[in-house]
Nanobody
Framework: QVRLVESGGGSVQAGGSLRLSCVAS?????MGWFRQAPGKEREGVAM????????EYADSVKGRFSISRDTTKNTLYLSMSSLKPEDGGTYYC?????????????????????WGQGTQVTVSS
């Protein structure tokens, strides 16, 4: 069972930046970031293939967020800038099995069997 541990959340003012990290206990395939605000459904933020490092972003974060990974450290990152209050919520790291390298361009939670516990991001106006 792959374990994912997120860190880096916090409280920032609108326009600020944060960098989230997610450390996996072992090699994984495609990885992604999702977020959930109170009373709302979990939504995809970004994901990255394991082999090609191809990325996919939600329209709402394009140009402001950047997903990356360091496979030597089994670590996933999400650099967030120009943060808006609507970016707030619990951010979750997700991963596919190590042989499932491709995310296939579909930012949906259903393809990810492994999930972290989440890290809270609060953006004040």
């Amino acid at each position: 069972q792959v374990r994912l541990v997120e860190s880096g959340g916090g409280s920032v003012q609108a326009g600020g930046s944060l960098r989230l990290s997610c450390v996996a206990s072992e090699n994984t395939g495609c990885m992604g970031w999702f977020r959930q605000a109170p009373g709302k459904e979990r939504e995809g933020v970004a994901m990255i293939d394991s082999g090609s490092s191809a990325t996919e972003y939600a329209d709402s974060v394009k140009g402001r967020f950047s997903i990356s990974r360091d496979t030597t450290k089994n670590t996933l990152y999400l650099s967030m800038s120009s943060l808006k209050p609507e970016d707030g919520g619990t951010y979750y790291c997700a991963a596919r099995r190590w042989w499932e390298n491709a995310c296939n361009g579909v930012l949906t939670p259903t393809i990810f069997p492994y999930w972290g516990q989440g890290t809270q991001v609060t953006v004040s106006s």
